[in-house]
């Protein structure tokens, strides 16, 4: 007899078998006919959830009006975040999360910067990462935020 394997996700609802190709094959009518009904009472995590059983007690910033009104330009000579290209990195991604922006990624900064006429990071890559070394950005898979440490830091 062959084996056979199989595991599927509906929303928040998952299902694995492992056993006779048969079995799993029955397993997996069953599971599909009652699909939709899943979808409906499990649905997808949402896009500030986490995902993969992940945790997160980061509490997005509310827009924050005072520096959302400032130009992005303003802000980071305000926060001496100019001319040390990881401060400036957390400085705009800060000035990004005032606006409503709850989950970033690095391609996000570098539209900021230049879009505001702000000289562009070397390596934004890299100055995520140093960020989230000083535990001050925290990534969620290709997504990241700041954390309260890192806007403490500013």
């Not at 609802?13 to 079995?23: C, I, N, P, R, T």
């Not at 059983?53 to 910033?61: C, E, I, K, S, Y």
């Not at 827009?63 to 100019?82: G, M, R």
């Amino acid at each position: 007899m062959s084996e056979g394997k199989i595991e599927i996700k509906i929303g928040h609802v998952q299902f694995s078998a492992e056993g006779e190709q048969a079995w799993v094959s029955d397993q997996l009518d069953k599971m599909l006919k009652h699909a939709e009904s899943l979808a409906k009472i499990a649905p997808p995590p949402q896009a500030n959830e986490p995902q993969n059983g992940g945790t997160t007690d980061h509490t997005p910033m509310v827009p924050d009006s005072e520096i959302a009104q400032k130009p992005l330009a303003t802000f980071l000579k305000e926060k001496n975040a100019t001319t040390a290209q990881v401060t400036k990195f957390l400085a705009t991604s800060v000035w990004l999360e005032s606006k409503g922006k709850s989950r970033m990624t690095t391609s996000d900064v570098t539209a900021a910067l230049r879009s505001s006429n702000q000289s562009k990071l070397g390596n934004p890559a890299d100055c995520l990462n140093q960020n989230v070394k000083k535990g001050f950005c925290e990534k969620e898979g290709k997504e990241y935020y700041v954390t309260q440490e890192g806007k403490d830091s500013l």
